[in-house]
């Protein structure tokens, strides 16, 4: 097993594009490191410069503490499953899994030793004898893991590998795979651009855009303590609500002017985030996130409120997102890919109890917990939070 470090990588392609801008990351000995971010944005490409299957065209790959920019593939050590795990459909189970072993000349005990320990630990035993084509979809997912993980690697690398599967079976395999990387203890890098799988499957997860990465944290802090306005808008479902706000002190009291609403804040917030001080007065980004909206109660005045006009409701079975018109608020929408915030009108979504009886032209009031709230340089897309 082994530890994998970037240190300041770069990934210029022959035709001058970048797909990696100086990459500082480190993953630990037995970590299950997830890296998500929208289509385009260098996932593939880090995940096979450490493969070896594209070259490194700036700084240091270091697999084990050992320098790795020149190492041919075979000589890493580590194992890749890639999204469509190409199996050999005229080959048993067995036989799949044990091929990478007989390939390097592995005796034929060993291999037999090994595959049945492989498929035991992957519930694969009762299909030993079965091609590819008789298998369900995570069955075949599971032979391809099982390839991978017979060879004892120092590393996984895993590309998408959920992605052709249904979303039931996404959801089964998200939780055996990480079960199985629990019980190996093997470094394993994780390629997604699905968040969801970020959030519950990576011990930590690394957010790249466009070839940057914007933010390595556990799921926990990047849902809590997002750094700036993209790993925000890109963590959570449904995402973020970005706000355009004043922040004004009225005597020892602190305010978010959102159009005619007044939310108030933290009393102790300037204490906690000096850095908010110099926003006073001017205009911010409030993040706000659907789940933290709730309906109004009358007697919670230390809680802001908003009003609007419901314009739709999506019921989710346990929850519904209300979609709330905000009269004179101005809301963002959150950047996808590489686009810069959009002005998407006033329109503020809230996920809400399914059990409350909500439909489109009613009027509803909604409370913001101050505590909740989250702020933004709208200049430097930056959280406030010093
Ligand atoms: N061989 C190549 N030559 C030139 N540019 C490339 C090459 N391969 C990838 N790129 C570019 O590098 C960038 C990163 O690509 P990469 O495949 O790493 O993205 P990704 O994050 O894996 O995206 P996806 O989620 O769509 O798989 C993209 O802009 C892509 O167009
Ligand atoms: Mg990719």
Same mark, same amino acid.
């Given at each position: 097993m082994a530890s994998i470090i970037f240190e300041g990588v770069e990934k210029r392609y022959p035709d001058g594009s970048t797909a990696i801008r100086h990459l500082d990351l480190e993953i630990k000995d037995g970590e299950f490191l997830v890296l998500v971010g929208p289509s385009g944005c260098g996932k593939s490409t880090a995940l096979r410069m450490i493969a070896g299957l594209e070259d490194i065209t700036g700084g240091q790959l270091k697999i084990g503490g050992n320098v790795a920019n020149g190492l041919a593939p075979r000589d890493r050590?580590?194992?890749?499953?890639?999204?469509?795990?190409?199996?050999?459909?005229?080959?048993?189970?067995?036989?799949?899994?044990?091929?990478g072993l007989s390939a390097r000349g592995v005796a034929k005990e060993e291999i037999a030793l090994k595959v049945q320990k492989t498929a035991e630990l992957l519930e694969l035993e009762p299909y030993l004898k079965r091609k590819p084509g008789q298998l369900s979809g995570g069955q075949r997912q599971r032979v391809a893991m099982g390839r991978a993980l017979v060879r004892e690697?120092?590393?996984?690398?895993?590309?998408?590998?959920?992605?052709?599967?249904?979303?039931?079976l996404r959801g089964q395999?998200?939780?055996?795979?990480?079960?199985?990387?629990?019980?190996?203890?093997?470094?394993?890098?994780?390629?997604?651009?699905?968040?969801?799988?970020?959030?519950?499957?990576?011990?930590?997860?690394?957010?790249?855009?466009?070839?940057?990465?914007?933010?390595?944290?556990?799921?926990?802090?990047?849902?809590?303590?997002?750094?700036?306005?993209?790993?925000?808008?890109?963590?959570?479902?449904?995402?973020?609500?970005f706000v355009k706000a004043t922040v004004i002190a009225d005597g020892k009291d602190l305010f978010a002017e959102v159009g005619a609403f007044r939310l108030p804040l933290d009393a102790g917030l300037l204490e906690k985030r000096p850095a908010l001080n110099t926003f006073l007065g001017k205009t911010i980004t409030l993040g706000i996130r659907?789940?933290?909206?709730?309906?109004?109660?009358?007697?919670? $005045? +230390?809680?802001?409120?908003?009003?609007?006009?419901?314009?739709?409701?999506?019921?989710?079975?346990?929850?519904?997102?209300?979609?709330?018109?905000?009269? +004179?608020?101005?809301?963002?929408?959150? $950047?996808?890919?590489?686009?810069?915030?959009?002005?998407?009108?006033?329109?503020?979504?809230?996920?809400?109890?399914?059990?409350l009886t909500i439909k489109s032209g009613d009027v509803l009031t909604v409370t913001v917990d101050p505590v909740h709230v989250h702020f933004f340089d709208p200049e430097t897309e930056q959280a406030i939070r010093a």
């Open positions: 050590d580590v194992a890749m499953v890639f999204q469509s795990y190409a199996l050999y459909p005229h080959m048993s189970v067995e036989e799949n899994i044990g091929f690697p120092n590393a996984f690398l895993m590309d998408e590998p959920l992605s052709n599967l249904d979303a039931r395999m998200r939780a055996e795979i990480a079960r199985l990387q629990k019980m190996t203890g093997v470094t394993t890098v994780y390629v997604t651009h699905d968040q969801i799988e970020a959030m519950t499957m990576g011990d930590r997860v690394a957010v790249m855009r466009g070839g940057v990465l914007q933010q390595l944290g556990a799921p926990r802090t990047l849902y809590d303590a997002p750094d700036n306005l993209f790993v925000a808008g890109f963590i959570g479902t449904p995402s973020m609500n659907p789940e933290v909206l709730a309906t109004a109660d009358e007697a919670d $005045a +230390s809680k802001g409120r908003m009003q609007g006009n419901v314009a739709f409701v999506e019921d989710f079975g346990a929850t519904q997102l209300v979609h709330l018109d905000v009269e +004179s608020a101005s809301v963002e929408e959150a $950047a996808d890919e590489d686009a810069e915030l959009t002005l998407s009108g006033n329109r503020l979504r809230a996920a809400l109890p399914a059990s």
